[in-house]
């Protein structure tokens, strides 16, 4: 268990660090050697890899404002602000900070909760669910600082490349025109790559990049303590929602911080790595006890166990995994020591992008697209999709284009949820 | 802009690659068939195509040219508006058929429907709307639909309380009997209930030797207990032989609108 524990946290510094990889590549790289060992070891080398990849994923957003994934947009935003004005220090160390907080109350509120799990999962019927999104809709566009009809406008467009393609449940099309590619829908990996990381690549090619500085001292940012609880209150309850899990909480926590706290920057990253690496752990409580995966790289981890012959249960989870439970701080430790120790190096590799913005840019665009492009089975219509998002994204580099990336991710869900609650309250 | 045109022109020239078998899965992810393509996928090389739904699946099936292996179901060939490949004895590898059963907080028999509205949680598609309808009238129930779009989340949703029954596949019984006040009361195998489900394992493009070694793998796999455990209260029938066959058409017909 703790060899896998060690390749679990390699793999996820590793694939944390490639913007669009993340938990699921790092699961998929490694699935016909996961498929020999043992259930306690899918799982421990799965956790290491949300953890340690929670904290790297964070590194990129910070440095170049780009995601490793997109639980870490609110922290790109934030963070690489700080890092242009000269306080890349403080929003990492304070990333790593908190993100180990996150874990902390996650694995705290785990062995609390688990005895009385089924009652949490009462709560969160469609109702409740259609509330949340709504919420979350409501904040997305009137917490923005752009005009909010232009981010109404971003949030629709999102929620209409979404929609395009044939319907899961009823089969009906959408802008399909008769057209077969389009039937396949618009990847969110284009949408992904076109409307946000193209657009903030060409915001970063007009900005200048100050050299950073090094950190001498282990500090933390003042007034983190309670954004960094509140976090992990938010993204814990967030990462028990299927689809919205810690995505939607890493930004909503950020969010009502910006709102209730004073010179907020630094405190919206505390919260959104707290409730990110908080959601990221409780989103596996839905799959443990339910055997109902709730993220695609969970989808990879049920179908793993379940081949080793793990029934999924509330009593399998004690039983069989609790010993997980004491690995994790020594892979947390690892995590918060590397990302503060890290720090001057990636400074360094900070400086070495300024230097060579353009051909960085150039790498690691091409390296998603292309990585997105070999995963996605038909690899024109991706390539398609990319090239043509990519132009409208670069016309929309004015803006801020994460409402797109939302609209994307909460207009089905809502949408469904939306139906059955008026199916409910009927 | 200059830059986004060269990443894009590298992007199209790296876009030609083949795969020996494309599994192509027309399920949800959570669903059972992701679960039946997986399990055989790792003993085969391939390439995994996670299509979400009949129709973006058979887009996939025929714009590929490599061999193709797939689940379909029987609901689907009977939607004059949905494509479907065809389905004879030389590509079928194996049939499924997956009972289902109703369970409930609220009522402990198909007896006490009678005359109540019931709030059932199950798949939002033609065929089960169909079945129930049929079943309103045997019992004298009213069902109000909540509609979900796969076994995972129809039991999600049953256990967050969206509905009082759940009608689905008897895989997802240990799951569902989570929630201690529940009770299943009425299964397909018994008899209670006309409804199953009948999928079949389908090749396309394949060769007879390909196909043939699938359906050894299947025969070796569905012997095995862990496949048992894994998909229990679902039936496999190897090969494609006549009575598999009329099985699947069989199906086809009762499902047809």
Request: glycine share 8%.
């Amino acid at each position: 268990m703790i060899t896998w524990a060690i390749i679990g946290t390699l793999s996820g510094v590793l694939f944390g660090l490639i913007p669009g990889a993340g938990p699921f590549i790092a699961t998929a790289v490694l699935y016909p050697w996961l498929s020999d060992t043992s259930a306690v070891n899918i799982m421990m080398y799965y956790v290491s890899v949300l953890i340690a990849s929670n904290y790297t994923n964070s590194v990129t957003a910070i440095l170049y404002g780009i995601p490793g994934d997109a639980t870490a947009i609110a922290t790109a935003k934030n963070g690489h602000r700080l890092f242009q004005k000269g306080f890349g220090s403080v929003a990492v160390t304070s990333n790593a900070i908190s993100s180990t907080v996150g874990v902390i109350c996650a694995v705290a509120a785990f062995v609390v909760l688990l005895p009385n799990i089924m009652h949490i999962f009462k709560f969160y019927n469609s109702v409740v669910q259609t509330l949340v999104i709504s919420v979350a809709i409501i904040m997305i566009t009137f917490l923005t600082k752009q005009s909010k009809i232009y981010t109404i406008f971003l949030f629709l467009l999102g929620g209409i490349l979404a929609k395009v393609g044939i319907d899961p449940i009823t089969f009906d099309s959408f802008l399909t025109f008769g057209n077969s590619y389009l039937a396949l829908g618009v990847p969110f990996a284009s949408v992904m790559i076109g409307l946000y990381i193209v657009p903030e690549l060409a915001k970063i090619h007009d900005i200048k990049v100050d050299a950073p500085k090094k950190i001498s001292k282990y500090a933390v940012g003042k007034g983190t303590t309670l954004p960094t609880l509140l976090g992990s209150f938010v993204g814990f309850w967030c990462g028990l929602i299927p689809g919205v899990t810690n995505i939607l909480g890493s930004y909503a926590s950020a969010n009502i911080v910006k709102r209730l706290f004073r010179k907020p920057i630094l405190k919206s990253i505390a919260a959104a790595e707290a409730a990110n690496n908080s959601g990221a752990l409780s989103s596996l409580l839905p799959l443990l006890i339910l055997a109902i995966p709730i993220t695609g790289s969970e989808v990879l981890v049920y179908y793993l166990m379940l081949e080793n012959g793990f029934t999924f249960s509330a009593e399998n989870t004690v039983n069989k995994l609790y010993s997980i439970l004491y690995v994790i701080p020594f892979v947390t430790a690892f995590c918060l020591w590397l990302s503060w120790y890290g720090f001057n190096l990636l400074g360094t590799v900070a400086y070495f992008y300024k230097i060579y913005k353009n051909y960085v840019n150039i790498c690691i665009l091409t390296t998603i697209s292309l990585v997105s492009i070999l995963i996605f089975p038909i690899h024109v219509w991706m390539a398609i999709c990319i090239l043509c998002l990519s132009v409208l994204g670069y016309s929309l580099k004015r803006f801020d284009t994460s409402p797109i990336i939302y609209g994307y991710f909460l207009s089905d869900l809502f949408y469904e949820s939306l139906i059955r609650t008026l199916v409910i309250l009927s | 802009m200059k830059f986004i045109t060269t990443i894009m022109a590298i992007l199209f020239a790296s876009t030609v690659y083949a795969a020996d078998l494309e599994i192509v899965n027309p399920g949800s992810e959570e669903g059972a068939f992701r679960q039946v393509l997986t399990t055989l996928g790792e003993k085969v090389d391939h390439a995994f195509v996670q299509a979400n739904n009949p129709v973006t699946a058979y887009s996939f099936i025929e714009g590929s040219d490599a061999p193709v292996l797939t689940i379909w179901s029987s609901e689907w060939p009977g939607d004059p508006e949905l494509k479907s490949p065809v389905v004879d004895e030389s590509n079928l590898v194996a049939l499924m058929t997956y009972e289902t059963m109703m369970c409930s907080r609220k009522f402990s028999s198909l007896q006490d429907l009678k005359g109540k509205t019931v709030k059932i949680a199950t798949w939002g598609s033609e065929p089960v709307a169909k079945f129930l309808g049929n079943l309103e009238d045997a019992t004298g129930a009213t069902f109000v639909v909540v509609p979900f779009g796969g076994s995972g989340s129809t039991t999600k949703g049953y256990l967050a309380g969206d509905a009082d029954t759940v009608f689905t596949i008897t895989t997802r019984q240990t799951a569902i009997e989570e929630d201690a006040k529940t009770k299943c009361f009425a299964f397909s195998s018994n008899g209670d209930l006309g409804f199953r489900f009948v999928d079949a394992i389908v090749t396309v493009r394949s060769d007879k030797m390909l196909t043939e070694k699938l359906r050894e793998l299947i025969a070796m796999l569905s012997s095995e207990q862990s496949w048992l455990d894994k998909f229990s209260g679902t039936s496999t029938y190897v090969g494609g032989s006549t009575k598999n066959i009329a099985m699947y058409k069989e199906a086809v017909v009762n499902f047809s609108k």
